[in-house]
């Protein structure tokens, strides 16, 4: 029995009131309000939900104090060393790792939905030339309801499954296929005879005069990067698909919307600006006074790939993907001196005070991007790549948000702009428009 309270007391206006103290599986707790304002007139005020649990969810469980990381229960560590990622994708839509017959039926329906409607090729002919994947992919992924209409959440019971299968696997054609455009390359079709990952790196890398050599080494450390990348609870990107999806608004386009939120620089686009900034210091070639920018108050440079909301110690991904990172490039023979500068900046940070004070350590986006080099990924393919991973926890979140029957999400604000009375005299000269 715990010895912990669970009431909260509020004293508000000379009235006193019980909030109930709700507690999760691991022990996480949280005063619930859902009443507040119907009791007392109030409201709560949390700018960028710092204190905020916005749901109950399975899905996945962090502890950021402890650099804890689970999806449904399991721990990414034995994830990315005993299953592959299309399994972990099932265990997040579905709730349960597959068995053998459901693991075969679910990549079947993958190879079965990987071909993009032929009339959606054409689409990529008309970005212009440079256009970001992020934007072609997001674009995409929203016209994906004019072909495929069934994918609202009304006529989606019958549908889930296939949706979602179609969604994980047509995303990858369309993200192999911008960056095909984008060299001016011919598209490559998914084969049916390759796994998940295998299929994505044949589509990147076979060309009509060099056929790609699949490497069963690069197949794996892909998979542990989607795995270690397809889930993050109440993330930015994840908590946009809860809130459009709460719109009633469909599938795809809920998933795009996911996608714009995934590209900006402090959340799944610093995958790409980490390496610019490595390349950056490497030309300089001073780590110090990086260290020392990334310090001052009056310059607005960050260490990209350091720090995070949750984390207040070693992201339990970037220790995963440091240790890949290491042993993947001594297998092949690969010296990146990016990973130098990596490293030097690493080493530095951890034992200065501005940055152990703080708790600021590498995130999941640090070591990230150098081990997609090392694949051959384009930069400019990086938050891409995020998204690709990223697709089933989102579809998790939608449906798990769509089956608790989740109301329209719409917060209260604290007004501060003029009143009535400061406007008043305003409009006094003004005659009313008889035409517009
Ligand atoms: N470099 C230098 N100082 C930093 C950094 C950094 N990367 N991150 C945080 N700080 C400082 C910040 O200036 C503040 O200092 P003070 O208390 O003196 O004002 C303190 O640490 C707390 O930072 P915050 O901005 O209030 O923390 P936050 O929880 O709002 O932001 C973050 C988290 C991830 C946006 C931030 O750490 C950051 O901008 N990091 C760099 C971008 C990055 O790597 N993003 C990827 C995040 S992980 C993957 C994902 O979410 O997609």
């Keep these: 029995m715990s010895e912990k309270s669970d009431t909260a007391t509020l004293k508000i206006d000379g009235q006193t009131i019980e909030l109930p103290i709700v507690t999760g599986s691991e022990g996480d707790r949280a005063v619930d309000i859902a009443n507040l304002r119907a009791r007392t007139g109030c409201v709560t005020l949390d700018p960028s939900f710092m204190n905020t649990a916005a749901c109950y969810s399975r899905i996945t ?26 399994e972990v994708a099932y265990l997040l839509v579905h709730g349960e790792l597959p068995n053998e017959e459901q693991r075969r039926n679910f990549s079947a329906l993958l190879n079965r939905h990987s071909l993009l409607h032929e009339d959606m090729r054409h689409f990529f002919d008309h970005f212009p030339q440079g256009a970001h994947p992020m934007h072609i992919l997001s674009t995409m992924i929203n016209a994906l309801a004019a ?15 296939l949706s979602c ?11 192999a296929f911008a960056y095909k455009k984008s060299i001016g390359e011919p598209v490559v079709y998914p084969r049916h005879d390759l796994s998940y990952c295998a299929n994505f790196l044949n589509m990147m890398f076979d060309s009509p005069i060099q056929p790609y050599q699949i490497h069963h080494d690069a197949v794996r450390i892909l ?22 999806g709460s719109a009633q608004v ?30 950056m210091i490497q030309e300089d070639g001073d780590v110090d006074k990086f260290i020392r920018m990334a310090k001052d108050k009056n310059n607005s440079f960050r260490l990209m790939g350091f720090g995070h909301r949750v984390y207040k110690t070693y992201d339990p991904r970037a220790a995963i993907i440091k240790r890949e990172c290491d042993a993947y490039l001594k297998r092949i023979k690969y010296h990146d001196p990016l990973l130098d500068v990596a490293r030097r900046i690493e080493e530095t940070a951890l034992t200065d005070p501005y940055f152990v004070d703080r708790h600021l350590y590498p995130n999941v986006d640090f070591y990230t991007g150098i081990l997609y080099r090392a694949l051959g990924i384009p930069e400019n393919m990086f938050t891409v790549m995020f998204a690709l991973a990223r697709l089933p926890g989102w579809i998790a979140h939608w449906k798990e948000m769509a089956g608790a029957g989740t109301k329209i999400v719409r917060p209260r604000q604290i007004y501060i702009g003029k009143t009535e009375e400061e406007t008043s005299g305003v409009m006094a000269n003004r005659e009313p428009q008889l035409l517009w």
């Design 61 to 86: 469980y962090i502890d950021g104090e402890k650099g804890i990381l689970r999806y449904r229960g399991i721990p990414i560590e034995e994830l990315v060393t005993k299953v592959r990622f299309v």
């Design 147 to 161: 072909f495929y209409p069934n994918v609202d959440l009304k006529s989606l019971d019958a549908d889930v499954e």
């Design 165 to 175: 299968a179609r969604l994980i696997s047509i995303v990858r054609t369309m993200a």
């Design 223 to 244: 998979n542990v990067l989607f795995i270690l990348h397809a889930d993050h609870e109440q993330n930015c990107s994840t908590t946009a698909v809860r809130t459009i």
């Design 250 to 279: 469909n599938l795809y386009a809920t998933i795009s919307a996911g996608i714009s939120a995934l590209s900006g620089p402090l959340h799944g686009g610093a995958n790409q600006a980490v390496i610019e900034m490595l390349r």
